[in-house]
């Protein structure tokens, strides 16, 4: 019984065909799983309660996988929405982050002054500080023991002058609206003195 020799072009177009179907599906595979998605990220610190503008937001494309519902598509309009929780510049906004429902209250910008030496060094914008009101007792007046009166407030810029008498420090804090009143009060007398709520 006669052996079939195979041909050795057979043999050469065979392993052509085996590895170009290898390396085809070694490319459809790396497309699937590095496909990008184009989402929103912050383009500046964004505090919470901040509603959102257009120029706080930039597209960026990420591989999200699994992940990428978690995430807000930039095709999707945020213009208006309120931010449930802060977000540092360049991160990625996510859905638990963006108030959709109308719940959280819009915060509210003030600005103040300090002492330099009533603000803790190395705070800076996006930190969270307590603010406390107390009188320097002069004259023989009665001691009056420091008083909270706003907490959790989120320095959204500040200056420090030291041309300035006393060196102050002139900033901007994000606060609940209701708590306005109380801090503009607190201003008229006496002084205030930050507590850096991190350490």
Known sequence: MAIKKRNPRSRLILAITLICASFLSALIFAALSNKKEEVWVARNFLP???????????????NLGERKDKY?????SLIGSLLSHGFEEG???????VDSHGLVQVASSVPIKARAADVPVGVAMGDEVDIYWLTDSQNGESYTDPVLVITDA?????????????????????????????????????RLVLVSAHG
């Open 154 to 190: 989120v320095i959204l810029d500040m200056s420090k002058s030291g041309q300035n008498f006393g060196n102050e420090v002139s900033m901007t804090v994000s606060i609940p609206p209701g708590d306005v009143m109380v801090l503009l009060t607190a201003t008229t007398q006496g």
């Open 48 to 62: 919470a309660g901040h509603r959102i503008e257009q120029i706080d937001l930039a597209r960026t494309s990420v």
């Open 91 to 97: 991160e990625l906004l996510t859905r638990s982050g």
């Open 72 to 76: 807000l598509a930039s095709d999707i």
